[in-house]
């Protein structure tokens, strides 16, 4: 296999960049599609298809789970250990 200089690729190009020379997996940095692993661990604020996921995982208002947020921090096990506490 032969790999091209970063500074010969056309800045309209693909990159994919793999975690491993034999990893099949491509690094993704917040992978959209992805539904578990990393990407589930830590709450987006910023995303609003996430604010509106995990609401509903944890069956709580968007604000509600944004308040847990601020409170608690982004980790998702944290955020739930919060609002069942708080449900209790």
């Known amino acids: 296999m032969t790999y ?3 500074s010969d690729i056309d800045a ?3 990159v994919l960049l793999w ?4 990893s099949k997996e491509p690094i993704m940095s917040d992978g959209k599609s992805k539904s578990g692993g990393q990407d589930r661990k830590r709450i ?3 995303e609003d ?3 509106r ?3 509903e995982k944890f069956g709580v208002t968007q604000e509600e789970l944004r308040q847990a ?3 608690v921090g982004d980790r998702a096990e944290e955020v739930e250990r919060h609002l069942k506490g708080a449900k209790a």
Do not use: C, H
């Open 19 to 22: 975690s491993t020379p034999t």
């Open 4 to 6: 091209a200089p970063l």
């Open 44 to 46: 987006n604020l910023n």
């Open 69 to 71: 947020v601020g409170r």
């Open 49 to 51: 298809y996430e604010v």
């Open 53 to 55: 996921d995990w609401a």
């Open 12 to 14: 309209g190009s693909m």
